[in-house]
């Protein structure tokens, strides 16, 4: 993310910036559609390797010579297996542990791809829909078919709400059933919206440090706003993956 003051002056003098344009989907080289290039990377795909890259780094260099006496790297890698862990095992239980692995997967990568967002001149996958949207509907998708794997027919259940009164049921079902399938919509608008809202308020801020009499001000609102993002990036990375914990015991409990 651009978080520099790339402010202009337009003809009549006015400021002129565009808080925006950080989120541009750009070629590393070449054009889109160059048929030199049958493959463009972008901007996306570089930051997406790199929080592959981080993520890696992290967990698997940092853990290869464990010492009774942890490192700061292998502290900071244990210390996220076991958070992941115990919220797996809290939200779906026993039998949900088993699907640990994936579960941690996601929480490492999108906590990672945001705080590498807050980088200078870094671009954050996170604040866009496609990306958010992809990881979403794998959620979702692996839930709908493992309830369907586990309980066949039975995973209906989840819509039909046997605690209610019997006429209330089949209109209960319907909203059941509406809500279940917005959930990708609203697993991966939560997360990119929030990341898109954060940074594009700090490059206003940035902005308007170029103006003199108001840059104090500005400058310290960047500050109070990037520390905001240093939390909302770990926030965000927990909501994902504990919604996706309680999507996953929907899937091992369909009962209501």
């Known amino acids: 993310m651009a978080h520099g003051a790339d402010a202009a002056h337009g003809a009549d003098g006015g400021l002129v910036f565009h808080p925006m344009d950080q989120f541009l989907v750009k070629p590393l080289f070449g054009h889109a559609g160059d048929p030199v290039f049958w493959y463009t990377p ?17 967990m698997v260099l940092t853990t290869s010579r464990r010492a009774v006496i942890p490192s700061r790297g292998q502290s900071v890698a244990e ?17 949900g542990v088993k699907y640990f692995p994936y579960i941690m997967t996601l929480f490492m990568f999108i906590v990672v791809a945001n705080f590498l967002g807050l980088l200078p001149t870094a671009f954050t996958p996170t604040s866009h829909i496609a990306v958010t949207a992809l990881l979403a509907m794998a959620v979702f998708l692996a839930v709908t078919i493992l309830g369907f794997v586990l309980h066949g027919f039975k995973f209906l259940g989840l819509f039909w709400v046997s605690a209610a009164p019997l006429p209330l049921r089949p209109i209960l079902a319907v909203i ?19 990341m898109m809202a954060g940074h594009a308020v700090i490059k ?7 103006v003199t009499a108001i840059a104090p001000i500005s400058i310290a609102a960047i500050a109070a706003i990037y520390g905001l993002e240093v939390l909302v990036s770990f926030i965000q990375a927990y909501v994902f993956t504990i919604l996706t914990c309680v999507y996953l015991k929907d899937a091992l409990h369909p009962a209501h």
């Open 42 to 58: 972008t901007n996306v795909t570089l930051w997406l390797g790199l929080a592959v890259v981080a993520i890696f780094a992290l």
């Open 79 to 95: 210390l996220a297996y076991g958070f992941i862990y115990k919220m797996v095992e809290d939200v779906t239980g026993k039998d």
């Open 176 to 194: 059941e059933i509406i809500s279940y399938f917005v959930r990708p919509v609203s697993h991966s608008i939560r997360l990119a919206g929030n």
């Open 204 to 210: 206003v801020f940035a902005a308007f440090a170029a």
